[in-house]
Structure formats: C-alpha cells, structure tokens
C-alpha cells in the first residue's frame, strides 16, 4: 500500500511539474497590429492595351493584394509579410492600411485578370495583371494608378 500512495504521489508531482513547465511555452507573439493607426490608399486600376486603346477600367471583383515586411512593424520579427487582400469595385480600391509612425512600404499586386478586346472586327480574350508599391503613414489620405499590362493573349 506503501509502494502504491508513494508511486501516486510521484505521479502526481511529475504532472505538476510537467503541467507548470508547459506555461512558458505559451507566449503572446511580439507582433502587434491592432496596435497602429491607419492610413488610406485609394487606387484607380486601369487595364491598357498595347493597341493605345483607352484604358478601361479593372473588371469589378479583381484582388488587389498589398504586403509589407513585418519587421518594418517589429524589429524582433524577422521573417514574414503582413497580407491584405482587397476586391476592386468601380475600377477602385480603398485600402485602411496599418502603419508604423515612421511609415512602411506596401508592396500592391493586381491578381491576374482576363478582359475582353474588341475592337468591332476581332475579339479577343487577354490576361492583364499590374503592380506598384506605395509608402504608408498613418493617416495618410493617397491616390496611386496602377496600369495593368496584358502579359497573354488567350486562345479560344
């Protein structure tokens, strides 16, 4: 019975050990966003032909992706991009962005997009796709054309 409660009690002891060592592995990580103001992008994105055609504007629905080193929001963070994903809509994007007080460059990529050319003869089908980038203080209030470049005609 002896042997028994000692065992127990050994049992016992090892789980709190165990348990209590397993608190430090639970951190917060240093990154915080939530932490900084915003500031505003707005972006009209146009699709260009190589025929100089007038642009027109971006099909509604398009994502427009913008990305940022983490590390220009944290120091301690060394690897790592902070994404966000916005829909055009009346060939535009209003982006809130989160910005350190010393501002960060967001990269801007238009996801690949098909738009019809018909130019009254011939119609064809092109895949476009465009990028900038843009410098992000908090409460800042920008405008930036993106011009989208067709990469591929798509065969029917």
Do not use: W
């Not at 983490?70 to 994007?93: M, Q």
């Not at 018909?118 to 092109?126: E, K, P, R």
Request: proline residues 3%; hydrophobic residues 35%.
């Amino acid at each position: 019975m002896t042997k028994f409660r000692n065992v127990l009690i050994a049992v016992a002891l090892g789980a709190v050990a165990m348990f209590s060592s397993c608190k430090k592995d639970a951190e917060n990580s240093d990154l915080v966003l939530d932490n900084y103001n915003t500031g505003k992008v707005t972006c009209i994105i146009e699709a260009v032909y190589e025929f100089g055609e007038d642009p027109e504007k971006v099909p509604d629905g398009t994502q427009v992706v913008f990305e940022a080193p983490y590390k220009d929001f944290n120091a301690n963070i060394k690897t790592g991009n902070v994404i966000k994903v916005f829909t055009v809509s009346g060939g535009k994007v209003v982006a809130d962005l989160e910005a350190p007080s010393a501002g960060v460059e967001y990269q801007i990529r238009v996801v690949g997009f098909e738009h019809d050319y018909d130019n009254g003869s011939d119609s064809f089908n092109y895949l476009f796709d465009g990028n900038g980038s843009e410098t992000v203080k908090p409460y800042d209030n920008k405008a930036l054309k993106i011009t989208c470049t067709h990469k591929t005609k798509l065969e029917d």
